[in-house]
């Protein structure tokens, strides 16, 4: 098939997080699905914890300066860029004051109010507007973590009449994460906020936890992808009750090929 445009959208890569299964696997994916002959674009958060100076990232000024409104409030949307020069490959991070300058990913304490579910929106959303300004129309968009998972119904419910996005195909790599409470009760009505309604998260049973969220991305994701050799046993069988194409786990010397394959299938 001829070459494709594929988005990556993930929680954490390597080597700008420590290394874990979604880490190495959105590090090194990527780098594959390139070097077979596709253009690929890879958009994370820029945690705190991430090193600017180390890692030598630079804001990229004409994708900033968007304000986005999450629960009637203005965030302004910063995107970052560095390169990883082996692979010849550039991370996007999206980077905001409020929300990515703590120095962790998604620990709650008692300093802060819970707001997970808006940096959650806030970073997929931005991935989205970002690729919208840079006028580069995806064929695929493939999502890796929790943290990804409001990806898909953005695509589907607030993006589906979006020219640049609207017919990408969507994949959902479903990991064996550790089962946190990471997001309050307060994400649906910052869904609601968005004309997202209730019936759109029926499928999370009014609860967010990493189950709830996987549910969620499972149900209107095109696709999903078994990122760990174990994936919970009640998502395998919703991934069946939906009746959605699964990739089954795949080992690092067949990956890129049964990725990429699984991708095609779906622009035939």
């Avoid at 077979?36 to 994708?63: A, C, D, S, T």
């Avoid at 409030?73 to 390169?83: G, Y």
């Avoid at 695509?155 to 996005?165: A, C, I, N, R, S």
Wanted: proline content about 4%.
């Amino acid at each position: 098939m001829s070459s494709k445009r594929v988005l990556y959208i993930s929680q954490e890569i390597y080597p700008y997080l420590p290394e874990t299964e979604i880490s190495k696997i959105s590090r090194e994916l990527p780098q594959s699905i390139q070097e077979r002959g596709n253009e690929v674009r890879i958009f994370m958060p820029r945690y705190g914890m991430i090193n600017e100076r180390r890692n030598q990232l630079h804001e990229v000024i004409r994708l900033s300066g968007i304000n986005m409104i999450i629960n009637d409030n203005d965030h302004p949307l910063i995107i970052k860029v560095a390169s990883i020069q082996q692979a010849r490959m550039q991370i996007y991070f999206i980077d905001n004051e409020d929300f990515f300058k703590r120095k962790t990913m998604f620990k709650v304490d008692s300093k802060r109010p819970n707001d997970n579910d808006e940096r959650s929106i806030f970073f997929v959303r931005g991935a989205l507007e970002a690729i919208k300004k840079l006028r580069w129309i995806p064929d695929v968009i493939h999502c890796h973590g929790w943290f990804t998972a409001l990806a898909m119904v953005y695509l589907k419910k607030f993006y589906h009449d979006d020219p640049v996005l609207k017919k990408a195909k969507v994949v959902y790599s479903l990991y064996k994460e550790e089962e946190h409470n990471l997001i309050p009760k307060d994400l649906f009505e910052k869904l609601r906020f968005d004309k997202i309604t209730d019936e759109d998260f029926k499928m999370m049973d009014n609860t967010t936890d990493t189950n709830a969220l996987n549910r969620l991305a499972i149900y209107y994701a095109d696709g999903i992808i078994q990122g760990s050799p174990d994936i919970d046993p009640g998502l395998e069988s919703y991934i069946k009750e939906c009746g959605k194409p699964l990739l089954s786990y795949q080992n690092e010397e067949m990956r890129a090929e049964a990725f990429d394959n699984f991708y095609n299938t779906f622009l035939k």
